[in-house]
């Protein structure tokens, strides 16, 4: 089984930075593709931003400029630097992760972790 921790998230003022890391961990996977959702409250989950194993990404227009994503395939770790965030950044961010293990396609998904951007 796979598992995706998320960390980094908090209460920032609105021109603030956060970074957000996500780490997966199992047995006997390899990763296809990582990356970031949020959902803020009274909304639907919309995707931040996915990186590719070829290290190309994709990125909402909301956040273009503004937010970084990036891995470390060694580590098994996806990042996201988020620079002059604002109100609407507010959200619950979800990682997420196709992954093969086991000949099977998965998705996984963590926790979440919580980002609150004041204005």
């Known amino acids: 089984q796979v598992q995706l921790l998320e960390s980094g998230g908090g209460l920032v003022q609105a021109g603030g930075t956060l970074r957000l890391s996500c780490v997966a961990s199992?047995?006997?996977?390899?990763?296809?593709?990582m990356g970031w959702y949020r959902q803020a409250p009274g909304k639907q989950r919309e995707r931040v931003a996915i990186i590719n194993s070829d290290g190309s990404s994709v990125y909402a227009d909301s956040v273009k400029g503004r937010f970084t994503i990036s891995k470390d395939n060694a580590k098994n770790t996806v990042n996201l630097q988020m620079t002059d965030l604002k109100p609407e950044d507010t959200a619950l961010y979800y990682c997420?992760?196709?992954?093969?293990?086991?000949?099977?396609?998965?998705?996984?998904w963590g926790q979440g972790t919580l980002v609150t951007v004041s204005s």
């Open positions: 997420n992760a196709g992954v093969t293990a086991a000949y099977r396609y998965l998705e996984v």
């Open positions: 199992g047995r006997s996977f390899s990763i296809n593709a």
